[in-house]
């Protein structure tokens, strides 16, 4: 399985440079990783089945305890279909889709098989950390799908407004998952699910995941991420928005409703968020006329549906629900693929422009038909198996379960309706607007939906094709004594007749479409005082607004104000820590040699007369005495290469201070000498004494032997050298003077461009010059060109 | 590292400045781009003598650090004065004839020595940064005792002459602005 993910990986990045020299035939080799994927996992089916899933584990981190865990059972394998049985088809869709001269089609070939990899991921892992880190992977690789065409402002905010709650919710989740981990004793997803933990801590982190599952599978009230990221290529939206990254939440919660529904408030939030969404997505759908956002809306619809069933946490619903997962993928990619076959092929989408459009691709039409019938529940398709399942597990309950089927029945009625609206506005010859100009799309662009929309009626024809992947999973709720089946005819039930007033009340639905949008219309004028999508951009301003705030508390762009608060946090915090827990003991002496109090002397004086200095100049001055000084105290100390430093040093700054020094006033201002100055003696002082108070204690605080015997002893035989302060510096503590040549480097590319960005604001004239050679005047490399004067 | 003459030597004489003299007194490479009255000849004939025995002496702090006071940081800072002083008496003219590079060069190339270095001592098996030391008989220098080490502090002192001729540059040339 780790190969599987390596061969994502290694695609991804081969991708680029691929689609450099093959063009939009990068996706023909790319789309090796996901059917690799599909044969891999139709070759473990039997297996699988048979209660044998595949397991491999790679230690990854062992200090932290992370390890690479995956496994495949019924439910990963379900998965594994959609995600790489389905994005094949979609690989191969590609090929054909964007124009042979797309630019950027191999970052975009690399960036979708980067997805389809972590996708599989995430469905196998056994792990919930690693579960969370696929999750992720699979946010930040739909936000750069979504943003592909990026020049455009509506799809960086699509993209950036799917990252943003598909994110937050990631975040919330591994709140969750930590703490389930802590619970459970184990971040492993199989042992958690065998011994799941129970108590208020684990409630409250189910809660926690299930916001995660809600922003990724976009339910109420997370859901306007989704239609917004149609403005991403049909393609990313047939495999994201249909097959793959919307169905993360809904795995997630049918991965832990069979251990999980019956804690906390998990079946009343799943349940009722999950009929919202239907309701919200079902109703939203039937007023849209784009065909790519009437089945966003409609995929919204029908993720609530699968929330509900896999949510639930019987036996007859999850059955349902993962029949519908398999249904929903395969008409739901079709439907998507063929809209984005219409738009290629008429160069329109809204369904009041296209007319007559079925009579010129019959074939396309054929296909899209048997998809949206399997969307609308009609017989004999997969859909219509799977709603009939979902009936029977809610038609024979109690009071709050008929509830539910009420729901459940008004959403499926929403569904035929918007499925007619979609078959109507694609296919359907129009009275009174012009027959679409069509293109006639090439063989390779059609295969993939036919193949898609004909695997629907397929299994619907066959159930027992997906029937015992189906009870696989269900299985996991244990064995009921009498096992219901999917099958086509389950003779003359009370589900049956329903289904019929289904399909019947949505195309009468259809059928008085316009009154019902001017209706729509009226309601969505009360109703739109509660836009979810409104609410997510005023949530972003006041984010916005939050944070310039605190920024203006924070930043007061004051050098003294900075400066006050780092040595005041100083004081207080390391100061008050000394003040409780030392104090000063032993044998002090003032000095060794007398010169030691001399030097003291002369830097004190220079100090004082720095912090008294008007001119500029003269605080330099002294401030470099009390530097020398220092270097002085290191001399008599006996450290020569300290001294030598700190000399050349002192030396260098004075220099650079000159520079500054030129371009700032002579004196000090009067206000700035005189403002807070007691406040600013204050913390001198306090800064002093909590200095001098750390140097004695801390010289007297030993308690291990000095680190610096071994080096003086280990100096010559170890780093060859008889200097131990080089050999510190070069040998032992190298990797310490690596980093600090790293900051060097930094540092002086910092100055550059501080200084730089700083001129170029305040000269347009010299804009561009940006590297550190701007500021060498290469006015002197051309001869003739008059050499920058001095400015004194 | 030597004081080779700037390019822009020859044309330099243009209309405005004062004819260079640069015949009859020897004097500081690069100078010339200054007006007459702001130079000082003591400052530039001194700094001529000095330059390079400051540089040389950087150097010898360098190698001899590893024995005696010394290394690559230091060195590189003497190094980087003997530049200050080029810089004071001549303007960024006269550094430039010094040091016709961008400060970036040393930089990098003291950057990528000193994880070089390390590496290397991957490729021989040792600890990243594992000090290799190896005694060699030279015709004129006798025994040598040539540690990976010295390769290393030739990178630190590469990085802080750089870092001084980049501080140079931006702020010398802010401040003549």
Redesign the interface.
């Given at each position: 399985m780790l190969a599987l993910l390596a061969l994502h990986l290694a695609l991804a990045f081969l991708a680029p440079a691929a689609g450099a020299r093959l063009g939009r035939n990068v996706f023909l080799l790319v789309a090796l990783a996901p059917a690799v994927s599909a044969v891999w996992a139709g070759a473990q089916a039997a297996a699988v089945l048979d209660g044998r899933p595949p397991v491999q584990t790679t230690a990854w981190v062992p200090g932290l305890g992370l390890s690479l865990d995956l496994r495949m059972d019924a439910l990963s394998l379900l998965m594994v279909i959609l995600v790489s049985g389905i994005g094949t088809l979609v690989f191969l869709y590609c090929a054909r889709y964007f124009p042979a001269d797309q630019a950027g089609v191999g970052r975009f070939a690399g960036v979708l098989t980067a997805f389809a990899g972590a996708m599989l991921g995430l469905v196998l892992a056994d792990d919930l950390i690693l579960l969370y880190v696929f999750w992720e992977l699979t946010s930040v690789t739909s936000w750069l799908l979504i943003g592909f065409d990026d020049e455009d402002a509506e799809s960086r905010r699509a993209a950036q407004q799917a990252l943003l709650v598909t994110a937050l919710g990631g975040l919330t989740m591994l709140v969750g998952f930590v703490l389930i981990a802590q619970q459970a004793g184990t971040a492993s997803l199989s042992a958690i699910l065998a011994e799941p933990p129970t108590g208020g801590t684990v409630a409250v982190a189910l809660l926690l995941v299930l916001v995660g599952a809600f922003t990724k599978s976009a339910q109420v009230p997370f859901h306007p991420w989704l239609p917004s990221a149609m403005a991403a290529p049909t393609p990313v939206s047939a495999y994201l928005h249909a097959a793959a990254m919307v169905k993360a939440g809904i795995y997630l919660v049918a991965r832990l409703a069979p251990a999980f529904a019956v804690i906390g408030l998990w079946r009343p939030v799943v349940i009722t968020v999950g009929l919202a969404t239907m309701l919200v997505g079902g109703w939203r759908a039937l007023r849209q006329d784009d065909l790519k956002r009437l089945l966003a809306f409609g995929t919204v619809s029908q993720l609530g549906f699968l929330m509900v069933l896999l949510g639930a946490g019987t036996r007859e619903a999850a059955l349902a629900g993962a029949a519908l997962l398999l249904a929903h993928g395969l008409f739901k990619a079709t439907l998507f693929l063929t809209v984005g076959v219409i738009d290629h092929s008429t160069g329109s989408r809204n369904l009041r422009e296209l007319s007559g459009v079925g009579r010129r691709m019959p074939v396309l039409a054929v296909a899209a038909t048997l998809a949206a019938l399997s969307m609308a529940g009609v017989p004999p398709l997969l859909g219509f198996i799977s709603k009939e399942a979902a009936y029977e597990a809610f038609l024979h309950g109690s009071g709050p379960d008929l509830v539910v089927f009420a729901v459940l029945f008004l959403g499926s009625v929403l569904t035929a309706a918007y499925s007619a609206r979609f078959l109507w506005g694609a296919f359907v010859a129009k009275p009174g607007v012009a027959p679409t100009e069509v293109h006639t799309p090439s063989p390779g662009l059609l295969a993939p939906v036919v193949v898609l929309g004909a695997a629907g009626l397929l299994l619907g024809l066959a159930p027992q094709g997906a029937d015992p992947l189906v009870q696989a999973y269900a299985d996991s709720y244990g064995m009921p004594p009498e096992v219901e089946h999917l099958a086509l005819w389950h003779g003359l039930t009370a589900a049956l007749g329903w289904s019929a007033l289904t399909l019947l009340l949505g195309a009468a639905l259809f059928a008085r479409r316009e009154p019902v949008l001017s209706m729509q219309r009226r309601a969505g004028r009360v109703l739109g005082l509660v836009d979810a999508g409104r609410s997510y951009a005023s949530t972003l301003t006041l984010l916005d607004r939050l944070a310039l705030r605190v920024t203006v508390l924070v930043q007061t762009g004051s050098l003294p104000v900075y400066l006050g608060t780092v040595l005041v946090t100083v004081v207080v915090l390391p100061g008050s820590a000394l003040l409780l827990a030392t104090q000063i003991t032993g044998d002090l002496r003032a000095w060794d040699r007398p010169l030691q109090a001399v030097v003291a002397v002369v830097i004190t004086v220079a100090a004082v007369a720095t912090a008294r200095a008007h001119r500029r100049f003269t605080a330099v001055l002294t401030i470099g005495a009390v530097g020398y000084g220092i270097a002085v105290l290191f001399v008599l100390q006996g450290g020569?290469?300290l001294a030598?430093?700190q000399f050349?040093?002192e030396?260098?700054t004075l220099?650079?201070f000159?520079?500054?020094l030129?371009?700032l006033p002579a004196n000090f201002t009067r206000q700035s000498m005189r403002t807070g100055q007691g406040v600013r003696l204050a913390i001198s002082l306090a800064v002093g004494t909590f200095v001098t108070a750390a140097v004695l204690v801390s010289g007297q605080a030993r308690t291990a032997p000095p680190a610096s015997q071994a080096y003086l002893d280990q100096s010559l035989p170890?780093?060859?050298?008889?200097?131990v302060?080089?050999?510190v510096?070069?040998?032992f503590r190298?990797?310490d003077?690596?980093g600090e040549?790293?900051v060097?480097?930094v540092?002086?590319?910092g100055?550059?461009s501080l200084?730089?960005a700083g001129?170029s604001r305040r000269s347009p004239r010299a804009e561009g010059e940006t590297?550190?050679?701007a500021?060498?005047?290469q006015a002197?490399?051309e001869?003739?060109t008059?050499?920058?004067?001095?400015?004194? | 590292m030597s004081a080779a003459p700037g390019t822009s030597d020859a044309g330099s004489s243009d209309a405005g400045r004062g004819p260079s003299d640069s015949g009859a007194a020897p004097r500081l490479p690069g100078a010339e781009h200054i007006d007459e009255v702001r130079r000082s000849v003591v400052l530039e004939t001194t700094v001529r003598l000095v330059f390079h025995t400051v540089l040389v002496f950087g150097l010898y702090l360098l190698f001899a650090g590893h024995n005696q006071p010394g290394g690559g940081f230091v060195g590189g800072l003497v190094a980087g004065c003997a530049f200050v002083l080029r810089y004071i008496a001549g303007g960024r003219a006269a550094l430039q004839a010094a040091v016709p590079v961008d400060p970036g060069l040393p930089l990098g190339l003291g950057l990528v020595l000193a994880t070089g270095t390390g590496i290397t001592a991957w490729l021989f098996g040792g600890q990243f940064l594992e000090s290799g030391i190896r005694t060699l008989e030279l015709p004129v220098l006798g025994t040598v005792k040539a540690t990976s080490a010295l390769a290393f502090d030739t990178g630190v002192f590469l990085v802080v002459v750089g870092l001084v001729l980049g501080a140079l540059r931006t702020l010398g040339a802010e401040a003549e602005r």
């Amino acid at each position: 399985m780790l190969a599987l993910l390596a061969l994502h990986l290694a695609l991804a990045f081969l991708a680029p440079a691929a689609g450099a020299r093959l063009g939009r035939n990068v996706f023909l080799l790319v789309a090796l990783a996901p059917a690799v994927s599909a044969v891999w996992a139709g070759a473990q089916a039997a297996a699988v089945l048979d209660g044998r899933p595949p397991v491999q584990t790679t230690a990854w981190v062992p200090g932290l305890g992370l390890s690479l865990d995956l496994r495949m059972d019924a439910l990963s394998l379900l998965m594994v279909i959609l995600v790489s049985g389905i994005g094949t088809l979609v690989f191969l869709y590609c090929a054909r889709y964007f124009p042979a001269d797309q630019a950027g089609v191999g970052r975009f070939a690399g960036v979708l098989t980067a997805f389809a990899g972590a996708m599989l991921g995430l469905v196998l892992a056994d792990d919930l950390i690693l579960l969370y880190v696929f999750w992720e992977l699979t946010s930040v690789t739909s936000w750069l799908l979504i943003g592909f065409d990026d020049e455009d402002a509506e799809s960086r905010r699509a993209a950036q407004q799917a990252l943003l709650v598909t994110a937050l919710g990631g975040l919330t989740m591994l709140v969750g998952f930590v703490l389930i981990a802590q619970q459970a004793g184990t971040a492993s997803l199989s042992a958690i699910l065998a011994e799941p933990p129970t108590g208020g801590t684990v409630a409250v982190a189910l809660l926690l995941v299930l916001v995660g599952a809600f922003t990724k599978s976009a339910q109420v009230p997370f859901h306007p991420w989704l239609p917004s990221a149609m403005a991403a290529p049909t393609p990313v939206s047939a495999y994201l928005h249909a097959a793959a990254m919307v169905k993360a939440g809904i795995y997630l919660v049918a991965r832990l409703a069979p251990a999980f529904a019956v804690i906390g408030l998990w079946r009343p939030v799943v349940i009722t968020v999950g009929l919202a969404t239907m309701l919200v997505g079902g109703w939203r759908a039937l007023r849209q006329d784009d065909l790519k956002r009437l089945l966003a809306f409609g995929t919204v619809s029908q993720l609530g549906f699968l929330m509900v069933l896999l949510g639930a946490g019987t036996r007859e619903a999850a059955l349902a629900g993962a029949a519908l997962l398999l249904a929903h993928g395969l008409f739901k990619a079709t439907l998507f693929l063929t809209v984005g076959v219409i738009d290629h092929s008429t160069g329109s989408r809204n369904l009041r422009e296209l007319s007559g459009v079925g009579r010129r691709m019959p074939v396309l039409a054929v296909a899209a038909t048997l998809a949206a019938l399997s969307m609308a529940g009609v017989p004999p398709l997969l859909g219509f198996i799977s709603k009939e399942a979902a009936y029977e597990a809610f038609l024979h309950g109690s009071g709050p379960d008929l509830v539910v089927f009420a729901v459940l029945f008004l959403g499926s009625v929403l569904t035929a309706a918007y499925s007619a609206r979609f078959l109507w506005g694609a296919f359907v010859a129009k009275p009174g607007v012009a027959p679409t100009e069509v293109h006639t799309p090439s063989p390779g662009l059609l295969a993939p939906v036919v193949v898609l929309g004909a695997a629907g009626l397929l299994l619907g024809l066959a159930p027992q094709g997906a029937d015992p992947l189906v009870q696989a999973y269900a299985d996991s709720y244990g064995m009921p004594p009498e096992v219901e089946h999917l099958a086509l005819w389950h003779g003359l039930t009370a589900a049956l007749g329903w289904s019929a007033l289904t399909l019947l009340l949505g195309a009468a639905l259809f059928a008085r479409r316009e009154p019902v949008l001017s209706m729509q219309r009226r309601a969505g004028r009360v109703l739109g005082l509660v836009d979810a999508g409104r609410s997510y951009a005023s949530t972003l301003t006041l984010l916005d607004r939050l944070a310039l705030r605190v920024t203006v508390l924070v930043q007061t762009g004051s050098l003294p104000v900075y400066l006050g608060t780092v040595l005041v946090t100083v004081v207080v915090l390391p100061g008050s820590a000394l003040l409780l827990a030392t104090q000063i003991t032993g044998d002090l002496r003032a000095w060794d040699r007398p010169l030691q109090a001399v030097v003291a002397v002369v830097i004190t004086v220079a100090a004082v007369a720095t912090a008294r200095a008007h001119r500029r100049f003269t605080a330099v001055l002294t401030i470099g005495a009390v530097g020398y000084g220092i270097a002085v105290l290191f001399v008599l100390q006996g450290g020569p290469d300290l001294a030598l430093t700190q000399f050349l040093i002192e030396t260098l700054t004075l220099v650079l201070f000159m520079f500054v020094l030129r371009r700032l006033p002579a004196n000090f201002t009067r206000q700035s000498m005189r403002t807070g100055q007691g406040v600013r003696l204050a913390i001198s002082l306090a800064v002093g004494t909590f200095v001098t108070a750390a140097v004695l204690v801390s010289g007297q605080a030993r308690t291990a032997p000095p680190a610096s015997q071994a080096y003086l002893d280990q100096s010559l035989p170890d780093g060859g050298g008889r200097n131990v302060v080089n050999v510190v510096l070069v040998d032992f503590r190298g990797f310490d003077t690596l980093g600090e040549i790293t900051v060097l480097v930094v540092a002086a590319m910092g100055i550059a461009s501080l200084v730089l960005a700083g001129r170029s604001r305040r000269s347009p004239r010299a804009e561009g010059e940006t590297s550190l050679t701007a500021a060498t005047g290469q006015a002197l490399d051309e001869p003739g060109t008059p050499a920058p004067e001095r400015v004194g | 590292m030597s004081a080779a003459p700037g390019t822009s030597d020859a044309g330099s004489s243009d209309a405005g400045r004062g004819p260079s003299d640069s015949g009859a007194a020897p004097r500081l490479p690069g100078a010339e781009h200054i007006d007459e009255v702001r130079r000082s000849v003591v400052l530039e004939t001194t700094v001529r003598l000095v330059f390079h025995t400051v540089l040389v002496f950087g150097l010898y702090l360098l190698f001899a650090g590893h024995n005696q006071p010394g290394g690559g940081f230091v060195g590189g800072l003497v190094a980087g004065c003997a530049f200050v002083l080029r810089y004071i008496a001549g303007g960024r003219a006269a550094l430039q004839a010094a040091v016709p590079v961008d400060p970036g060069l040393p930089l990098g190339l003291g950057l990528v020595l000193a994880t070089g270095t390390g590496i290397t001592a991957w490729l021989f098996g040792g600890q990243f940064l594992e000090s290799g030391i190896r005694t060699l008989e030279l015709p004129v220098l006798g025994t040598v005792k040539a540690t990976s080490a010295l390769a290393f502090d030739t990178g630190v002192f590469l990085v802080v002459v750089g870092l001084v001729l980049g501080a140079l540059r931006t702020l010398g040339a802010e401040a003549e602005r």
